[in-house]
């Protein structure tokens, strides 16, 4: 299950909370990661071995095309950031570590 990581849910970081869940329930070993960083802003994770080798650009048409496909347009228009790493890249993407030690929102 998708895990959210800060701050309350509410109905838009529910959506896209279950479709996570599902991203992880097709691709085994994948974990997600999500919180609203501020009103206007989700933040979300993906950690998949099957990154390993894949472009940038290309891991992120997947995601996005996969959240696309189970959540509404106006709901995917809140999300400002989605990280998409392979393990092996948690310890050198800088983006990473605003998952492990945010900025504080100054909204």
């Known amino acids: 299950m998708a895990t959210i990581i800060r701050n309350n849910a509410d109905a838009s970081v529910d959506a896209i909370k279950a479709a996570l ?17 501020n009103p206007a802003s989700i933040r979300l994770r993906v950690i998949d071995r099957r990154f390993e080798g894949m472009t940038k650009s290309r891991r992120h048409a997947d995601v996005w095309d996969y959240l696309a496909a189970r959540v509404p347009e106006d ?13 092996a890249e948690l310890g050198v993407s800088f983006a990473n570590f605003e ?3 945010p900025v504080p929102s100054q909204l």
């Open 21 to 37: 869940d599902a991203y992880e329930d097709a691709h085994p070993g994948a974990e997600a990661t999500l919180y609203r960083h």
């Open 75 to 87: 709901t995917l228009a809140d999300v400002s950031l989605v990280l998409t790493v392979a393990p």
């Open 99 to 101: 998952f492990e030690s």
